[in-house]
């Protein structure tokens, strides 16, 4: 019996019934990854014995017991390397555990591999890793998107029954698009940050990536909650999203927001989710045309908040304490600036130049303090929308997935890629994409549903019923 | 144009400080590291401090709440909201090579720190120029983490213990309202008391737990505008802030005296050479990019963190002056030294408490005799206060005469013992029982009858010859006042 | 204040404060390429910000931390990714500002 394409649900009732051990689960998907990760280049690390001994340890009585997840190279885990995708941080081995990963430790889960990423989750293609691109596994000549393709592609490819990624501007949903899964960034807040190597601090945010929306709903019950080692989140009750996924979507209000189906979107993406927009009326629900008026200005303001943010976020990797230092320096200030030229990739320093810059002297109110406003009324455009729907449907990515070094030669190109993801994250709100189809070259096609701050029930609900209705996510890659 | 040099009297001098004060909490700012100076290097260190991937900072509530008290006690605005930034720059004493800090919403805006007699040098205490309560205005105060250590080695290398990295500190800094080194030294040192009394630090300089840096220019009497000001570093002491002005203040006079101008310089003071030497010229200044910290919420201090400052608030040594003179009766003078040090003060009402109308007594045994005596900076007695309260009671009464009451304040730190004790085993009770004191000048009267007939005779000095029998009889504890007064009244009988 | 649209950046000073040392080839090429964004972002200066406040919530609860001490990591941990240490100490070469 091969578990490696089960939902999680199905390896709970075999590992509880006995009919299978979690060693043998963990043994299973290693073979999986032996066969398959050569061509996809999902995984950066994987200790296999490691997770046997842990798998051996598991309580399956705890709700994810015995179930392997992969972990996005940025969040920490005790005595594991950390390299986010950088050359900087090779060698570093993390002293503590990230607050996620304690959790899923509590809730039985068996920790399995770390996965590929854009450096310091810095892209939409992953092909700014410092450790090679991942593939897509539904066309290996493709990117898997970005930043956390590798994670995307692991459990797109049945690598990972499920992993953890970030999301900052769209690094889960994007992937999760493009790879055909299940991808949730919480609303702001709902899940620590403590342990998250940081990007942009005001929008990174922990995620899933699952097979199907009930074990995202399962996952984020598991990760999500207060953390006092984290200023940000906050303290509010975790819901049972898990138990409020089947009411259907009869009677509720789903927005489509004006602004998202704009000239530029390949026109098989937009035929995919005009057609579930359709399957959601046919469930009863009623579709609202919205209007986010502020939408052309999200990239922008994205583009300076995030890379002030990371411009300081980043100061930190310097060669003192851990991480590459340059060889034979003859001063600090030689080895500040050899250690981070040669340890950072261009993205990197791309990002941390132009944050540098918008925070300088002279620009700061016209970059970063305006950009700070600006993403106020692209706040303020999503709560008027959410006083006429519940939840807004948008495609996730305005193409599916392209091809590897196709867009690489000009940033501002990458960066576009975002477009119908990054707004949620300056809004600090909650997003979700699963399958809605596929390409004429079976590529695949992400569908977004947007919830307001804390609607993730609302907004698991409205994934759950176009997913139980469509074959989607049952399809798996030709690999 | 005066074409006469300017000596040292034309000219003004303009100082600001700003003080950094370690603020004495269990933990660090922003993560639960024990905050204690001296430990092994790098021993008070987690991920938090060391800036390691993926931490974040969370504010120590405490910290909050001392600096909210300092604002208080040192009358500031008291911001409703307040919020942190970063100050972005790269030394290697900076975990994250940004310090977490506060730009434009400080905890405290505005306030004055007056600067008592006591609080001056003593040699400046006695300088009729000395300006007395001067209030030197504040700027703001605001919290902020401290840096690394770091230890230089004779390779040139450096190694950094990152204990003190994190250490919540307060920053205050004031308005250029100081005229003189003397000022400096006592705007530190009503600070420093201030620190004290509320419990906010021990403000050590020579632990770091203090430190200032000073702002200094000087320009010809009578002139509007300002000089160009230097700023003077790693002063270590109280005093040393003193000598490093007094230097600094020659030095500018000198090179504006013979016709140079003033460089906007860091100085940095050499204690045993007694100099200021260039440390860095100013140029432009530092583009620290603040902006605020994303990883903190903004705190507001109006949700019970005010109302707990206000709760901690000490009396002030002012408030403390007057109250001791008008409950205790004790000098004007006899107060301002008491309340310079809280712990001695303390230490003086529970002394005094039990007999208010004693306090001036108990002040003069505690100041003249204790303070006179005892070793070590700010003493107080090792022994409970009621002894001096005893001691004060005993004098007050009469029951021990002025040289008794020495001696049992001499035994009493000798043994230990009240002077309760000490008076009966040394038999020193001074004996003011008119009974038994006439039943001493009965026995010398009927002893001594020719010094009774040389009185009666006229000779008014004998009474003293029987007085000292008495004094004899009484083993010294007779009240000469009351022995006296009984042998003229029998005698003239 | 400086108009955004015709802002460039100098890419060789702002690498400098952020302790970048830039190959002459990286300073060309990301001079045109953050000219590229800066371009873009420009579009900003157009949005009527008037009227925005950036006070967040008025109903702010603090989340403060207890003045407690938490176990510190052993010092072999807290060294443990050391680059170069020495006697317990983080070791770096000669520091000039």
Redesign the interface.
Known sequence: MDTTSLTIPELRQKLSSGAIRPREVVDQLATRVADVDPKLRAYLQLDVEKARTAADAADITKPLGGVPIAIKDV??VQGDP?T?ASKI?D??????D?TVITKLREAGAVLFGRTNMDEFAMGSSTENSSWGSTRNPWDLDRIPGGSSGGSAAAVGGHEAFAALGTDTGGSIRQPAALCSCVGLKPTYGRVS??????FA??LDQIGTFTKTVEEAALLLEIIAGHD?????SI?RPVPKYTQSLHQGVKGLRLGVPKEYFIKGIDPEVEKAVRDAIDEYKKQGAEIVEVSLP?T??A???Y??IAT??C??NL???????????AQN??????????T??EG?G?EV??R???G??V????????????????R??IGGDFRLAFEKCDALLTPTSPTAAFKIGERTAD??QM?LADIFTIAVNLAGICGVSIPCGFTTNKLPIGLQIIGPKWGEETMLRVAHAYEQATPWHKEKPPL | MSTTPLTAADYEVVIGLEVHCQLKTNTKMFCGCKNEFGGASNSHVCPVCLGLPGVLPVPNEEAIVKTLLTGEMLGCQIATRCKFDRKNYFYPDMPKNYQISQYDEPLCLGGAVTLDLLAYPKDAQKDPATVIDKPIRLTRIHLEEDVAKSFHFDDGTSGIDFNRAGTPLMEIVSEADMASAEEAFAYLSALKQIFVYGGVSDADMEKGQMRCDVNISIRPRGQKEYGTKCELKNLNSISGVRRAIKYEIARQIDVLGSGGTIRQETRRWDDDKGETTLMRVKEKAHDYRYFPEPDIQAVRTDHGLYDRAKERMPELPSAKKVRLTEKFGVSAYQAGVLAADAALADYFEKAAAPKPANGAAVANFLLNDFLATATGENPIPSLAPHFFGELAELSASGQINSKQAKEVFAQMFVTGRSPAVLVAELGLAQVSDVGALEAFCDQAIAANPKSVADFKAGKQNAVNALKGQVMKLSKGTANPQLVGDILVRKLSA | MAEPSSDRIDVTYVADLARLRLSPEEIVVFQKQLGDVLGYVSQLAEVDVSHVSLLGDADLKNRLRLDEVRPSLPVTEALSNAPKQDNNLFVVPKMVE
Not at chain 1, 91 to 96: C, H, L, V
Not at chain 1, 329 to 338: A, E, Q, S, W
């Open positions: 969040i920490n950390c986010c941080l060698g570093y081995i993390a002293p503590y990230a940050r403590y342990g998250l190597t940081a601090s005001s006092p080692r984290d200023n940000t303290d502020h052309q200005y990239v922008a303001v583009y300076i002030a943010e411009s300081a100061a930190r990797f310097d060669g003192v304490r851990y991480g590459k230092r320096p003859k001063d600090i200030l030689d080895m500040y600036g050899r981070r030229a950072f261009a320093k791309r941390i130049i132009l540098t810059y925070l300088s002297s002279g620009y700061y109110d016209a970059y970063y303090n305006r950009a700070q406003k600006v106020q009324l940033p501002l960066y």
